[in-house]
């Protein structure tokens, strides 16, 4: 079989005819063929070689490692109607189109200060300045609730469901970073 | 669950102008669609909906005027949606914490679309403190409000009462050996003062100098018997109390819902039934034996050094505040996040270990042995270096304050003398006092590492306690009855999800007469799984009922209905033991004829037979030293031996090949005369025995009927014949 080299590098993507694209057969969704519109309902429509799917939801192949990339364009009844490659094919008017739909769909907060964690009784309480403001969560232990999902970035999921980000461990001061490596 | 929140004045006048004078429901949608925080509200009038910001309304429309309002969950928030013109459109965004809340509010807008009667079974709670009025963490009775440290410590207490006769015993010992203890010293400055070096005009006393030697050499034996004894009696209590505490969580784990206990990780929870609890067991140990000791040890000792001398007392205390800071702080700063690191890298290795080891045949078979072996190899420096980093800084650290502390005794001795020379202090009281002295570093050291064994008993106490206090979801109430089943079940407008607001099952009604055989079928995530769940009662629905011979499953004893109750998975577990042991699980006052019969029932006599140690072959875990088929016979003969009424087959045979499975089908044929049976398999010529059919899709009941009957029919069941008949 025939190497497939792919990088999920956002400038450059080396890619070769080979026997697994052949066999996967992903429809790839280009400027050429492809036109995103906002709905009147501020949904996500889009037309691709002249039929149209009057709302559709942007799914994220690597949601941490690079939400640009490798974009799945589903409908409501989960069904793909292409893949975008790299965001940055796309015209700027429509990146900010999309990337405003895959902030919508994927909402993490970005924690910008943790305030205080304290620990009892398998919960852990947090209270933290956010891109959404200061907020105030609880997470139960264990679970895989607050993990490294890179190398630096953590994300901590709440009781309810609600999803944090910190983006990178390394820029927490000393007793930030004491606070949550004690929940990790 | 909470759909008429309080809105303030300002708000109340926005929404009434918006919806009209009379709010039916009002919801919270706290989020913007830029992803802030916002306090806005969702308000649903008589007619009209109105979405209100900060006294502001930000938008209204007609319910009428749309349709099919829907909540779609997304990734860590939630949208509100409806049909409006023919093209869907975005009403409000909410966050996960509102999610529930909103698929109410979608089906009333629903109902109030279409201009039918609302009809919502509103029967999420949610649960306050009875104590603040404040929210409870879900699913248990904890109020984070209203915990503290010194109540954990009080439920251990609880715990602990039981035996209070054989803690007193253990009080009681320790305050003996504290008292032998403090007379060493007395002795030791007798002996020096009566017979060494007796005073002035005073000449030495033979019979004080072995009164001094005898009370020495008791208080050394004395000293140790009472500690055997002590420990002896301490470790009996503190093993009995971690008994105590290792059922509880056990019997709670056993009986909570299988919603938790997927949840969490299995090792997790081995964790707080063994490990914590031996810490917890440890705790009481230590504080039993060591801690009170320790304390009274130090008060005693100060007391009697202040009242020989207070000079030479300030002299060997001054040190300990700083010594006490010093340990505190590198251990706060330093060594805590060192060890935890240290921890943490063992667990990532550990988990590798376990990961690596248990999948090895996928290693081998993708020929990755050299790059596991790389992985591992990095692992085990980082850890090696992470223990060797803590350990360096320890290794200084002890000896230092060891050090910083003796101190003071060299400075007692300096000063000493030179009080003996002005001869303002003796030899023998001297001796006394540096004995003295000497006993209270002992009490100083452990003192200092006190906060850190108390934060990690604590966290072990909440951690065990957390378990006991998970509330189940399913309950038997006092109206619960044994019931005896003859095999009608009934489905009544059933809906279920895992989550209230994302139903896997949608308004199911059937029935299945006694004897009957269901076959369920349905693509993957059609809800096939999930209804034989909630036959099982492993959940309870959130809308309908089910009934078993017209009774409401919910007024069933749980026990009662899962013994009359054969489930027969896909994935075989089968316990270490034997294969009787194994097969008597669902009966274990089975005779052995029983065992036997339904080996023969279940096919699986033959070969059991055939193995060297027959019923009494010893199974390795999971019963590895048996093939695939053979195992699921015995998950078989142990489904049938209790006789069940209802029969569920989930996927039984699909991981098996045709030659095993026509064996295991015409098992199961014998089996399934006269029980009610629930089947579900991919593989539809496993069906076609079958009654009827039920074709699952997407949550709602899309065919049912015989296998005939469907395939005239030409719908999804026709389509799925044909497509698996063209693969064949």
Same mark, same amino acid.
């Given at each position: 079989?025939?190497?497939?080299?792919?990088?999920?590098?956002?400038?450059?993507?080396?890619?070769?005819?080979?026997?697994?694209?052949?066999?996967?057969?992903?429809?790839?969704?280009?400027?050429?063929?492809?036109?995103?519109?906002?709905?009147?309902?501020?949904?996500?429509?889009?037309?691709?070689?002249?039929?149209?799917?009057?709302?559709?939801?942007?799914?994220?192949?690597?949601?941490?490692?690079?939400?640009?990339?490798?974009?799945?364009?589903?409908?409501?009844?989960?069904?793909?109607?292409?893949?975008?490659?790299?965001?940055?094919?796309?015209?700027?008017?429509?990146?900010?189109?999309?990337?405003?739909?895959?902030?919508?769909?994927?909402?993490?907060?970005?924690?910008?200060?943790?305030?205080?964690?304290?620990?009892?009784?398998?919960?852990?309480?947090?209270?933290?300045?956010?891109?959404?403001?200061?907020?105030?969560?609880?997470?139960?232990?264990?679970?895989?609730?607050?993990?490294?999902?890179?190398?630096?970035?953590?994300?901590?999921?709440?009781?309810?469901?609600?999803?944090?980000?910190?983006?990178?461990?390394?820029?927490?001061?000393?007793?930030?970073?004491?606070?949550?490596?004690?929940?990790? | 669950?909470?759909? &008429?929140?309080?809105?303030?004045?300002?708000?109340?006048?926005?929404?009434?102008?918006?919806?009209?004078?009379?709010?039916?429901?009002?919801?919270?949608?706290?989020?913007?669609?830029?992803?802030?925080?916002?306090?806005?509200?969702?308000?649903?009038? =008589?007619?009209?909906?109105?979405?209100?910001?900060?006294?502001?309304?930000?938008?209204?429309?007609?319910?009428?005027?749309? !349709?099919?309002?829907?909540?779609?969950?997304?990734?860590?928030?939630?949208?509100?949606?409806?049909?409006?013109?023919?093209?869907?459109?975005?009403?409000?965004?909410?966050?996960?914490?509102?999610?529930?809340?909103?698929?109410?509010?979608?089906?009333?807008?629903?109902?109030?679309?279409?201009?039918?009667?609302?009809?919502?079974?509103? &029967?999420?709670?949610?649960?306050? !403190?009875?104590?603040?009025? /404040?929210?409870?963490?879900?699913?248990?009775?904890? !109020?984070?409000?209203?915990?503290?440290?010194?109540?954990?410590?009080?439920?251990?207490?609880?715990?602990?009462?039981?035996?209070?006769?054989?803690?007193?015993?253990?009080?009681?010992?320790?305050?003996?050996?504290?008292?032998?203890?403090?007379?060493?010293?007395?002795?030791?400055?007798?002996?020096?003062?009566?017979?060494?070096?007796?005073?002035?005009?005073?000449?030495?006393?033979?019979?004080?100098?072995?009164?001094?030697?005898?009370?020495?050499?008791?208080?050394?034996?004395?000293?140790?018997?009472?500690?055997?004894?002590?420990?002896?009696?301490?470790?009996?209590?503190?093993?009995?109390?971690?008994?105590?505490?290792?059922?509880?969580?056990?019997?709670?784990?056993?009986?909570?819902?299988?919603?938790?206990?997927?949840?969490?990780?299995?090792?997790?929870?081995?964790?707080?039934?063994?490990?914590?609890?031996?810490?917890?067991?440890?705790?009481?140990?230590?504080?039993?034996?060591?801690? $009170?000791?320790?304390? $009274?040890?130090?008060?005693?000792?100060?007391?009697?050094?202040?009242?020989?001398?207070?000079?030479?007392?300030?002299?060997?205390?001054?040190?300990?505040?700083?010594?006490?800071?010093?340990?505190?702080?590198?251990?706060?700063?330093?060594?805590?996040?060192?060890?935890?690191? @240290?921890?943490?890298?063992?667990?990532?290795?550990?988990?590798?270990?376990?990961?690596?080891?248990?999948?090895?045949?996928?290693? =081998?078979?993708?020929? =990755?042995?050299?790059?596991?072996?790389?992985?591992?190899?990095?692992?085990?420096?980082?850890?090696?270096?992470?223990?060797?980093?803590?350990?360096?800084?320890?290794?200084?650290?002890?000896?230092?304050?060891?050090?910083?502390?003796?101190?003071?005794?060299?400075?007692?001795?300096?000063?000493? !003398?030179?009080?003996?020379?002005?001869?303002?202090?003796?030899?023998?009281?001297?001796?006394?006092?540096?004995?003295?002295?000497?006993?209270?570093?002992?009490?100083?050291?452990?003192?200092? &590492?006190?906060?850190?064994?108390?934060?990690?008993?604590?966290?072990?106490?909440?951690?065990?306690?957390?378990?006991?206090?998970?509330?189940?979801? +399913?309950?038997?109430?006092?109206?619960?009855? *044994?019931?005896?089943?003859?095999?009608?079940?009934?489905?009544?407008?059933?809906?279920? /999800?895992?989550?209230?607001?994302?139903?896997?099952?949608?308004?199911?009604?059937?029935?299945? *007469?006694?004897?009957?055989?269901?076959?369920?079928?349905?693509?993957?995530?059609?809800?096939?799984?999930?209804?034989?769940?909630?036959?099982?009662?492993?959940?309870?629905?959130?809308? /309908?009922? $089910?009934?078993?011979?017209?009774?409401?499953?919910?007024?069933?004893?749980?026990?009662?209905?899962?013994?009359?109750?054969?489930?027969?998975?896909?994935?075989?577990?089968?316990?270490?033991?034997?294969?009787?042991?194994?097969?008597?699980?669902?009966?274990?006052?089975?005779?052995?004829?029983?065992?036997?019969?339904?080996?023969?029932?279940?096919?699986?006599?033959?070969?059991?037979?055939?193995?060297?140690?027959?019923?009494?072959?010893?199974?390795?875990?999971?019963?590895?030293?048996?093939? /695939?088929?053979?195992? @699921?016979?015995?998950? $078989?003969?142990?489904?049938?031996?209790?006789?069940?009424? +209802?029969?569920?087959?989930?996927?039984?045979?699909?991981?098996?090949?045709?030659?095993?499975?026509?064996?295991?089908?015409?098992?199961?044929?014998?089996?399934?005369?006269?029980?009610?049976?629930?089947?579900?398999?991919?593989?539809?010529?496993?069906?076609?025995?079958?009654?009827?059919?039920?074709?699952?899709?997407?949550?709602?009941?899309?065919?049912?009927?015989?296998?005939?009957?469907?395939?005239?029919? *030409?719908?999804?069941?026709?389509?799925?014949?044909?497509?698996?008949?063209?693969?064949?």
């Amino acid at each position: 079989m025939v190497k497939v080299e792919s990088t999920l590098c956002s400038q450059e993507i080396v890619e070769k005819k080979t026997d697994l694209s052949e066999a996967a057969r992903i429809h790839y969704l280009t400027p050429e063929n492809t036109e995103f519109a906002l709905t009147e309902g501020k949904l996500l429509s889009v037309r691709v070689d002249g039929e149209l799917y009057p709302v559709v939801y942007l799914h994220c192949s690597f949601p941490h490692s690079n939400k640009r990339m490798f974009i799945s364009v589903r409908t409501s009844e989960n069904q793909e109607v292409g893949m975008v490659k790299s965001l940055d094919e796309f015209p700027v008017d429509i990146v900010r189109l999309l990337d405003e739909q895959i902030h919508m769909r994927y909402f993490a907060p970005i924690i910008t200060k943790v305030i205080n964690i304290h620990e009892e009784f398998g919960y852990s309480y947090w209270e933290a300045e956010t891109t959404a403001g200061h907020l105030q969560f609880t997470v139960r232990r264990g679970g895989g609730n607050v993990k490294m999902v890179s190398s630096v970035k953590v994300l901590i999921t709440d009781l309810d469901g609600n999803r944090f980000l910190i983006e990178d461990v390394n820029q927490l001061s000393e007793k930030e970073y004491r606070m949550v490596e004690m929940s990790l | 669950m909470n759909l &008429n929140y309080e809105l303030s004045e300002q708000d109340q006048l926005a929404a009434r102008l918006a919806v009209g004078e009379r709010i039916h429901y009002c919801v919270p949608a706290d989020l913007s669609l830029e992803g802030k925080r916002t306090l806005g509200y969702f308000v649903v009038g =008589k007619e009209k909906w109105a979405y209100i910001q900060n006294g502001e309304l930000i938008e209204s429309c007609r319910i009428a005027d749309a !349709c099919d309002y829907n909540v779609v969950p997304l990734i860590g928030n939630a949208i509100l949606e409806a049909t409006q013109d023919h093209t869907k459109r975005l009403i409000v965004r909410i966050s996960m914490q509102h999610v529930a809340r909103f698929a109410y509010i979608a089906q009333i807008l629903n109902y109030m679309a279409e201009g039918s009667k609302i009809r919502i079974y509103n &029967n999420e709670t949610e649960m306050v !403190c009875p104590r603040c009025g /404040g929210g409870l963490l879900p699913g248990t009775r904890l !109020c984070p409000k209203c915990m503290n440290k010194a109540a954990v410590l009080k439920r251990l207490l609880d715990v602990s009462k039981s035996h209070w006769k054989k803690l007193s015993l253990g009080l009681f010992i320790l305050f003996l050996t504290l008292v032998v203890a403090l007379t060493g010293p007395y002795f030791q400055k007798l002996l020096v003062n009566s017979s060494l070096q007796p005073q002035p005009g005073e000449s030495p006393s033979l019979s004080l100098f072995f009164l001094a030697i005898f009370g020495m050499l008791f208080g050394l034996a004395a000293g140790e018997l009472l500690n055997v004894a002590k420990g002896r009696v301490m470790a009996t209590v503190s093993s009995t109390i971690a008994a105590d505490l290792r059922k509880l969580v056990y019997d709670k784990i056993q009986s909570l819902s299988l919603g938790f206990l997927t949840s969490q990780r299995a090792g997790d929870l081995m964790n707080r039934i063994m490990a914590d609890t031996g810490r917890i067991q440890h705790l009481i140990q230590e504080i039993f034996t060591t801690a $009170i000791y320790q304390f $009274i040890m130090l008060v005693s000792v100060t007391f009697l050094l202040l009242n020989t001398d207070w000079k030479l007392a300030l002299i060997v205390l001054v040190p300990a505040p700083l010594v006490a800071y010093l340990q505190i702080t590198i251990w706060r700063r330093v060594l805590n996040r060192l060890f935890r690191k @240290q921890w943490q890298v063992n667990d990532k290795a550990n988990s590798y270990l376990h990961d690596v080891l248990s999948g090895i045949r996928v290693v =081998k078979m993708f020929g =990755k042995e050299s790059r596991e072996i790389k992985r591992f190899r990095q692992y085990n420096s980082e850890y090696a270096a992470a223990a060797v980093h803590a350990e360096k800084i320890y290794s200084i650290l002890a000896p230092v304050s060891t050090y910083l502390l003796q101190l003071g005794t060299y400075f007692v001795l300096l000063v000493g !003398c030179h009080m003996i020379l002005k001869g303002t202090l003796n030899l023998g009281e001297l001796v006394q006092f540096t004995g003295y002295a000497s006993m209270i570093f002992g009490p100083l050291a452990w003192l200092m &590492n006190m906060p850190r064994w108390i934060a990690n008993a604590v966290i072990a106490i909440d951690r065990v306690f957390s378990v006991i206090d998970e509330e189940p979801e +399913i309950l038997d109430t006092k109206h619960s009855v *044994k019931h005896s089943i003859h095999g009608n079940v009934q489905f009544c407008g059933v809906t279920f /999800g895992y989550k209230s607001y994302e139903p896997v099952l949608k308004n199911l009604n059937f029935e299945i *007469k006694p004897g009957e055989m269901i076959g369920l079928v349905g693509h993957s995530g059609s809800g096939k799984s999930t209804l034989i769940n909630l036959v099982s009662r492993f959940y309870d629905v959130n809308e /309908g009922e $089910i009934l078993i011979d017209g009774m409401d499953i919910r007024k069933i004893q749980q026990e009662d209905l899962r013994s009359q109750i054969g489930v027969v998975l896909q994935e075989t577990l089968l316990f270490s033991g034997s294969i009787i042991e194994n097969i008597r699980y669902s009966k274990p006052e089975a005779t052995m004829e029983e065992v036997i019969q339904a080996a023969k029932i279940a096919n699986a006599h033959d070969f059991i037979i055939q193995l060297p140690d027959g019923y009494d072959t010893k199974l390795e875990e999971n019963g590895n030293n048996l093939s /695939g088929g053979e195992r @699921q016979r015995i998950t $078989i003969a142990r489904a049938v031996l209790h006789n069940p009424r +209802i029969l569920i087959l989930d996927e039984a045979t699909a991981s098996l090949d045709i030659d095993t499975e026509s064996v295991i089908q015409e098992a199961l044929q014998r089996i399934m005369k006269s029980r009610t049976t629930i089947a579900i398999a991919h593989r539809l010529s496993t069906l076609r025995n079958a009654d009827r059919l039920l074709v699952l899709e997407k949550g709602k009941i899309a065919e049912i009927g015989t296998h005939r009957e469907l395939m005239q029919r *030409k719908g999804i069941y026709y389509n799925l014949t044909m497509a698996q008949r063209n693969i064949g």
